[in-house]
């Protein structure tokens, strides 16, 4: 945990500093992917026509990126791998894991009543060209959230990201900076599949509210394990929910059941 003693730099120091690791993760991740797109060619041309292999793997060397540019500034600042506050959390600590789940439910329900009462458009996320309408893809992707997605993102942009801007940051305003970072890093990947930019930014925004409250989690536990519990736990529940909609075709029957389909399709990958 780094102390206020080490408050040396600059805010706009450090937001550049935050920025440039965020890019670098992206980064990271074009090149970690390459092996994918060598191996299965189709994944650029029809990727939901692929095997459940390809997918997979692209899925997961696409995360990994963000552990390599993690590991690679690590290294590079001579921190090592006891900067990372990774530990089995305390009785309080899972109990901040139960209420980030629940608070973030409560606030992607706010979010869809919201998008649904205001008729406001909402772009899909890139990642679901990979998962098109494929069950078992669905449910695949439930073990790559726990086992990747939620790792390596929480691990660059909490324990990298806004580790790095509590620097010249008070902790409250090191969330939010490391939340905006996290929501802008994701316009591309909603402006691939939207018409406007509102559409685009609805989902942005959305994305923004998730990553404040992870934030705020690792900050209050400096555990890294309590954000990846809680942004696993509830990305989990929505592709679940998502496996659910696909099986009963839920969008099509009773109105009733719009708001989960909404929450189902919003994952903030």
Do not use: C
């Not at 805010?11 to 920025?19: F, M, N, Q, W, Y």
């Not at 406001?120 to 078992?136: C, F």
């Not at 620097?167 to 409250?172: D, E, I, K, T, W």
């Not at 591309?188 to 705020?216: E, R």
């Amino acid at each position: 945990m780094e102390t206020p003693s080490r408050r040396r730099d600059g805010p706009v120091r450090t937001t550049l500093v935050a920025i440039g690791l965020a890019a670098f993760g992206i980064l990271a991740s074009q090149f970690t992917v390459l092996p994918a797109f060598v191996l299965d060619p189709a994944l650029v041309t029809a990727p939901a026509e692929t095997s459940l292999v390809s997918r997979t793997v692209l899925l997961i060397l696409n995360f990994l990126g963000f552990v390599l540019a993690g590991a690679v500034y690590l290294a590079a600042t001579g921190r090592g791998w006891s900067y990372v506050d990774l530990r089995l959390p305390t009785k309080r600590g899972w109990l901040y894991v139960l209420a980030g789940i629940l608070g973030s439910f409560a606030f992607y329900v706010f979010v869809s009543l919201v998008v649904q009462a205001l008729a406001l458009p909402s772009a899909e996320n890139q990642v679901s060209m990979y998962i098109g309408n494929d069950q078992t893809m669905v449910l695949i992707m439930i073990g790559i959230v726990f086992f990747f997605n939620a790792p390596a993102e929480e691990f660059l942009f909490r324990n990298i990201v806004q580790k790095r801007l509590y620097a010249a940051f008070g902790r409250l305003t090191a969330v939010v900076v490391a939340s905006a970072i996290f929501a802008l890093i994701h316009i591309l990947s909603y402006a691939f599949f939207s018409d406007s930019l509102l559409a685009t930014l609805v989902p942005v925004m959305v994305v923004f509210g998730g990553s404040i409250i992870f934030g705020l989690l690792y900050a209050k536990t400096d555990n890294l394990v309590v954000p990846i519990a809680a942004h696993a736990a509830f990305n989990a529940v929505q592709f679940g929910l998502l496996y659910l909609a696909l099986e009963y075709d839920l969008e099509a029957a009773d109105p009733s059941t719009s708001l989960l389909v909404d929450l189902a399709a919003t994952v903030p990958l």
